[in-house]
Structure formats: C-alpha cells, structure tokens
C-alpha cells in the first residue's frame, strides 16, 4: 500500500514538473510571414486554438512600410496574448528597430483585433509578426 | 507484485530524468526586451512599450522632414509613482532618430552659456506645468535663439484603484506634443495607455 502511494505521489510529482514547464514557455505560439508569400506558422496549440489570422494588408505610409494583420478570436473567453512585428529589408536581412517591442493586448470573446506596425527605415520590405501566449509571471 | 512497482518506479524516475535532461539550462542573462518582473510603478519594460507606441504612431502619421527637435519638459506630477524622465525621452528619441526625418538636439545644450534662452525655456516649462496656453512668442523665441525646429512635451498621469479582493489597478497615461517653434502650432498630440494589474 505505502508503495502505491510512493508511486502515486511520485506521478502527481512528474506531471506537475511537465506541466510547470510548458505553462512557463513563452515561446512565439504563432509565426505570421508576409512575403514572398504569406506564411502562417503555428507553434502553439493554445494560441492555435484561440486565434485565427483572418486578413493580412500592407501599405505605404510616405516612404515607410506599414503592416496589419486582423486576427480573430475563435473561442467565446478573453485571449490575453503579446505581439511583435521584426522588420526585414529586401534580401531578408533583419533590420533592428528600436520601435519593436513586444505588445500587450487582449482579444476579446469573438473579437476581431488589428495589430498593425509601422517600419522604423525605409529599407524595409517585409515583416515577421510573432504571437504568444501572455502570462501573467515572467519565466524568469 | 514487489517486482512490478519496482519497475513502475524505475520507469517514472526515468521519465523524470528525462523531463529534467528536455529543459535547457538557465542563464543569467535574459533578453532586455522581456517583460522582467513586474511592480506597480514603471519598469523598463514599460518605457520601451510608450517610446515603441508613439514612435509608430509618429511614423504613422508622417514625421516633419528636416526639424531639429528638443527635447522639452516632461510634467509628471499627476502621478505619484517615480518617472525617468531621461530614460524615457532617450527612448523616445532613439526610435524616432533611428528614421532618420528628425535630427534631436538636448534642450538643457541648446540652453548652456545662454541665459536668455533659459529663461524662456523656464516659462516655458512653468506654462506646461501650470496647464497654461502656450505663449507662442516664447517658443518662437526659444526656437530661433536654440536653433530648435520642433519642442517634444510630454506629460504623464496615473489613476489608481483597488481591484476586488486584492491588488491594485494602476493605469498610466502618457500624453505627448510635437510644437513647431515658427508657428506654434502642434504637430501631433498622441496618447499611450498602460494599464496594469499588481495583485
């Protein structure tokens, strides 16, 4: 009997160690590329399962490149989630931005969000959009 | 019956071996652009998401060509907590420098060795702080004797509540404005919004 409960507790010990790993990743649940052709990567089955990239546009605003992309949220609860655009120029090279930050926002139940991004130079000619899933503590 | 919990054992301490071998190592060193801890006042984090915020929306709304741009006063009264007012307007000026459509220069050396300049960059200031209309003659003055094209002022408040239960809500207002010193007139006026729950 003091075996099983050995056994027992050393199942419920093993679980909560998987568990507490994958709650704290925070890695890019969703990996949306423009060009050369619109790629949509899903890393993440929570983000996966909340979010769905509805539309994609871009612009120019003067000189510089400007991007949206509509996401909407699937399900019927708030999806708290964070954003980054990467900005990269024609040969694909990143160029880095002082203005890209990771971004906080929330999706409501059924919400359509626009997240949009302005490049900071005008070398720019495409964009990576990087979603995750937000965590209310830091991994660190 | 032994033998077999013997395995079971052996079979979950494996798999929490391997669990622990599938995490990478720890470092020290994390990315400066990750959130970090979070506290009621403003982190780091917070700074880079307003310069982030109003940069874009700068750029969104087309820069000025060619201004030279001072740094003006930052009235952070309305807000209890503490600001770096540096730290914010450097990444404020960094972003939007990184363009390459506004040149900055430090309005505190634009002011060095010329007392006249400083006095009107002080009424300046005290017509900000004071919430006062703008004397369009100080900034035209201020800006032919700085050699300033532009005025950057900003002005920060916070509004705090008690969430249900515990914990607080804090919500931060970041208002900023573009003056052309010939004109007086704003070229923008932008707002940024942080809010954030500390339970």
């Given at each position: 009997m003091k075996l099983k409960q050995i056994v027992g507790g050393l199942v419920v010990v093993v679980a909560l160690a998987v568990c507490v790993t994958a709650c704290r990743t925070t890695s890019s649940g969703m990996e949306v590329v423009s060009l050369p052709k619109a790629k949509v990567t899903l890393n993440s089955k929570i983000v996966a399962g909340y979010l769905e990239v509805v539309e994609m546009n871009n612009a120019m605003r003067g000189d510089l490149f400007q991007a949206q992309v509509s996401v909407m949220n699937r399900k019927d609860r708030d999806f708290p989630f964070e954003y980054r655009f990467r900005w990269l120029d024609k040969a694909g090279m990143e160029v880095p931005a002082a203005n890209s930050a990771w971004m906080p926002t929330t999706a409501s139940g059924k919400e359509r969000v626009l997240l949009q991004g302005v490049a900071?130079?005008?070398?720019?000619?495409d964009y990576i959009l990087d979603i995750r899933f937000s965590q209310t503590s830091a991994r660190w | 019956m032994m033998m077999n919990m013997t395995r079971w054992m052996s079979v979950m301490a494996g798999m929490a071996i391997l669990s622990g071998c599938a995490t990478p190592p720890s470092s020290p060193y994390v990315p400066a652009t990750e959130r970090g801890v979070t506290t009621a006042g403003l982190d780091t984090y917070d700074y880079q998401m307003v310069a982030a915020g109003l940069s874009q929306e700068m750029m969104r709304r087309g820069l000025p060509n060619g201004y030279v741009v001072a740094l003006g006063p930052v009235d952070?009264?309305?807000?209890?907590y503490a600001v770096d007012i540096q730290l914010l307007q450097d990444k404020l000026e960094v972003a939007l420098s990184q363009n390459g459509t506004l040149k900055f220069t430090s309005a505190v050396n634009a002011m060095k060795g010329a007392s006249g300049t400083e006095e009107i960059y002080k009424l300046i200031e005290y017509n900000w702080w004071q919430k006062n209309p703008m004397d369009t003659e100080d900034i035209q003055k201020f800006g032919k004797i700085a050699n300033v094209g532009a005025l950057l002022f900003g002005r920060i408040s916070s509004m705090e509540r008690s969430l249900p239960g515990r914990g607080r809500e804090i919500t931060y207002s970041f208002v900023w404005r573009l003056t052309d010193t010939?004109?007086?007139?704003?070229q923008f006026t932008l707002e940024k919004e942080i809010r954030k729950n500390i339970r």
């Open positions: 900071p130079v005008s070398e720019v000619a | 952070t009264r309305a807000t209890p010939a004109t007086g007139v704003n």
